[in-house]
């Protein structure tokens, strides 16, 4: 319970100095994805790198958005 309080203010701080600067948002959600490299990252084809979803395609990655374009957030 703390922790999505906590990662949700983070993410509304994150969210704000992003505007102020005319950069992309993260999204409010923090998702559970599996590591990059891990057997299950390679089954779904998506994987947690660097705190951002990735998803997997033919020639490499791409940079998982929300409804609202604002790049999803992630934990392994």
Not at 25 to 36: D, E, G, K
Not at 48 to 55: A, E, F, I, S, T
């Amino acid at each position: 319970m703390f922790r999505n309080v906590c990662e949700q203010s983070d993410a509304r701080t994150k969210q704000s100095v992003a505007r102020i600067m005319g950069r992309p948002q993260p999204s409010t959600r923090v998702l559970s994805v599996p590591a990059h490299g891990t057997d299950d990252a390679k089954r779904y084809g998506v994987a947690c790198m660097g705190g951002l979803v990735m998803l997997r395609l033919p020639n490499g990655w791409q940079q998982a958005l929300d409804a609202e374009h604002r790049y999803l957030t992630c934990r392994s």
